[in-house]
């Protein structure tokens, strides 16, 4: 079964073009890395996938449930996609734990004490069980990744969204960050994340995606485009990025 | 979200209810009582005395008249022009207030018979060496606006060469003349007399000219029992000595010779203490309540202009421009004058200010709650809907928290804006704190201090708000 079907998805923003007819399956427990030159439209295509950027023209269906038709629940259909930002967007109104609590709580997923020992066991499992009573903005970066991480899964979702993950960090808090991603692809959850880190791309994706200008330009295993890639343009950016 | 509109929405018409309801009591009253208009400044005529209480020739036939009469009245002093306009809009019933009989005004006011006899003086420093309009070439002239004495000054003015300065207050006119700013004043023969009397260091240099009369006014065929009553009684009064008695108590010689009055600034401090102090209270209430319904006005139309959906926005960003974009002032008189005038519906000028207040400061709060929303990173948002949190919930748990927290310097500076902005409306004649200082400045004459006074209090006020608001923003942080 495919959780996620996209065909034919186009998004403009005005004359501008960013999405040119994309098509993309993922498959159950995929792990899909998508990679490319920055304005290639890889950030646009994952915000699509739970809409908080609305297609110009396109299916998209996840989990069965058709996105772009009006009928349909968008908010149901969003607590089982959980989504990762570049910049964490932690509540900056409440606590690590309140972070994580809110959402199952607000949306009657689980009871004030279930939704504790949740976030205690999450934040367990992300290295920060300290945390549990800390204000976000005291933490940093590569903790707050974490945090937001363990606020996503509080959910239960079906599906992890990753939007550059690791971008706005420090170079020594990546790894961590990354390390709590491997576990989770390992563990069998089903994952799209829009990276830079090409050594995450390669160890732990099952399929890698180059996008460019809108493009689909070049997918396959991570030894496909790593070690030979087709496309003259996957072999230009490649070479730029690894060999930088 | 919707729960929140309908909340607030409620909450405002209930409010506003509740404020038109007090409104129609006096008319709703079995016995007629009668609202009547008078100047604030125009002694002997009509001011307030060292109790805060209206005296003079006007107040004191009108009260003289409605007991002979028996009927139930209110003296409202809301200004000369402010009362020409509420007698024209039927806010009121009548005026009196030293009005000159003239054709002009006859075509819009029905009078009753003169009850005072005047005519026009010029008056001019003490020490002055002018004799009389001739000397007035090339000088400056202060009048009065709306007064038949300005009327006869401006008239003049070309034949004799001089310009003339406007002013809505006496005393600001007489002041002009002895700081030396205009050469000359012309004024109501028994007003200029009693200003001297009472320590005014001008002096009259011209003979009564243009004998005027004196009238007491309604609007035009709205009134004729009370025309009546008034006639009636001013006949009875005239014959059995009363009316004399009036005239004597306020101008003979004899009558005015006060105890000597301590015109130091702590003497008229203490004088005026309780006039002050219950200016100062008008004040706080005017401010509290129109800050209660700002807000409420603000939030409202701030939250509809951060909907996702155009309409909402579209009536927020109007509101805010309409209000906004009025001078309080302009925005004061058309609400106090103008909408009973199209509605027939009278409202009190407390009311009129708390609404005017609530539009224009609502306006503004509307305007930074939008921002302070607005000023919410959109990946906030963006996170909540992102874990299924529908935008209701999403907006109440973590996107208005933070927003309110950027908005609070802003809540407290529009309280600060809110508590001066009130002394504007000392126009439609809300006895505030400015108010209650342009009255005692009127009978005392002493401008200077008593503005010293109301400035340093308003200063004082302001202070110990922006204590409190700090120590509030302070608890709010932590």
């Not at chain 2, 009134?223 to 101008?251: R, S, V």
């Amino acid at each position: 079964m495919n959780r996620i079907e996209v065909s034919h998805l186009i998004k403009n923003y005005g004359s501008n073009e960013v999405l040119k007819d994309l098509d993309l399956t993922v498959g159950n427990n995929e792990v899909v890395v998508m990679i490319g030159p920055s304005g290639s439209g890889k950030s646009t295509f994952l915000r699509c996938l739970n809409r908080l950027e609305e297609p110009t023209s396109g299916e998209i269906i996840v989990d069965g449930y058709n996105l772009s038709d009006s009928k349909s629940d968008l908010n149901q259909i969003r607590e089982k996609i959980g989504m990762v930002f570049q910049h964490f967007n932690l509540f900056k109104n409440l606590t690590v734990a309140e972070n994580i609590m809110l959402a199952p709580v607000e949306l009657g997923k689980m009871t004030a004490e279930k939704a504790q020992t949740t976030a205690k066991k999450l934040l367990e499992t992300v290295g920060l069980a300290d945390k549990y009573d800390a204000n976000p903005q005291s933490l940093s970066g590569g903790q707050k990744q974490r945090v937001a991480i363990a606020r996503a899964l509080a959910m239960q979702p079906d599906i992890l969204l990753f939007d550059e993950p690791t971008s706005a960090l420090d170079p020594e808090m990546v790894g961590d960050v990354l390390a709590v991603m491997k576990r989770l692809a390992k563990d069998g959850m089903t994952m799209v994340v829009v990276t830079h880190e090409m050594g995450f791309a390669k160890e732990v994706a099952d399929r890698v995606i180059f996008m460019a200008d809108g493009h689909i330009v070049e997918q396959g295993t991570p030894q496909e485009i790593f070690e030979t890639p087709q496309n003259e343009r996957t072999k230009d950016f490649l070479n730029k990025v690894l060999n930088a | 979200m919707k729960k929140l509109i309908v909340f607030l929405s409620s909450f405002l018409l209930v409010g506003l209810f509740v404020f038109g309801h007090q409104a129609q009591q006096p008319v709703q009253a079995a016995e007629k009582t009668y609202e009547i208009g008078t100047d604030v400044t125009y002694p002997p005529f009509e001011f307030a005395n060292e109790k805060n209480q209206y005296v003079g020739i006007d107040i004191d036939i009108m009260k003289a008249i409605a007991k002979s009469e028996g009927f139930k009245m209110n003296i409202k002093p809301l200004g000369f022009n402010a009362a020409v306009q509420a007698v024209q809009s039927e806010q009121i019933d009548g005026m009196i207030a030293g009005m000159t009989i003239t054709p002009e005004r006859q075509a819009k006011f029905d009078f009753a018979d003169p009850y005072y006899k005047t005519g026009v003086v010029m008056a001019v420093q003490k020490d002055s060496k002018i004799k009389g309009l001739e000397g007035l070439r090339g000088k400056r002239v202060a009048i009065k606006t709306g007064t038949s004495a300005g009327a006869y000054a401006t008239a003049r003015a070309k034949e004799y060469g001089f310009t003339t300065v406007t002013f809505d207050d006496s005393d600001n006119m007489y002041n002009d003349v002895v700081n030396g700013n205009s050469a000359a004043c012309f004024e109501d023969e028994p007003v200029m007399q009693y200003g001297i009397k009472t320590g005014l260091k001008l002096k009259i240099v011209t003979k009564p000219a243009e004998g005027g009369e004196y009238g007491f006014a309604v609007k035009k065929g709205s009134n004729p029992e009370l025309i009546a009553k008034f006639n009636k009684g001013l006949a009875k009064l005239k014959t059995n000595g009363q009316y004399d008695k009036i005239k004597a108590k306020y101008l003979s010689t004899e009558s005015t010779k006060k105890a000597t009055v301590d015109h130091s600034f702590f003497g008229l401090l203490k004088e005026n203490k309780d006039a002050l102090l219950s200016g100062l209270g008008q004040t706080l209430l005017l401010t509290v309540i129109a800050i209660f319904f700002a807000t409420i006005f603000g939030v409202f139309f701030g939250l509809l202009g951060v909907l996702p959906n155009r309409f909402a926005r579209g009536i927020s960003n109007t509101v805010i421009y309409i209000f906004r974009g009025l001078p309080l002032l302009v925005l004061a008189l058309f609400i106090y004058t103008g909408i009973p005038s199209l509605t027939g519906q009278k409202i009190p000028a407390i009311v009129a200010g708390v609404i005017t207040l609530m539009f224009n400061e609502g306006a503004y709060t509307a305007a930074f709650v939008k921002g302070g929303i607005g000023a919410v990173s959109s990946g906030q948002m963006e996170a909540a809907r992102s874990l299924g949190l529908p935008y209701s919930k999403a907006m109440r748990r973590v996107v208005l928290p933070q927003g309110i927290r950027i908005m609070v310097p802003s809540f407290i500076n529009q309280f600060i804006i809110t508590l001066k902005d009130t002394s504007i409306l000392s126009i439609i004649g809300i006895l505030e704190l400015t108010q209650t200082g342009k009255i005692i400045i009127a009978r005392n004459l002493e401008g200077f201090k008593i503005w010293a006074m109301i400035a340093l209090i308003y200063l004082i006020v302001i202070t110990v708000l922006t204590w409190l608001s700090k120590y509030i923003e302070r608890r709010m942080a932590n």
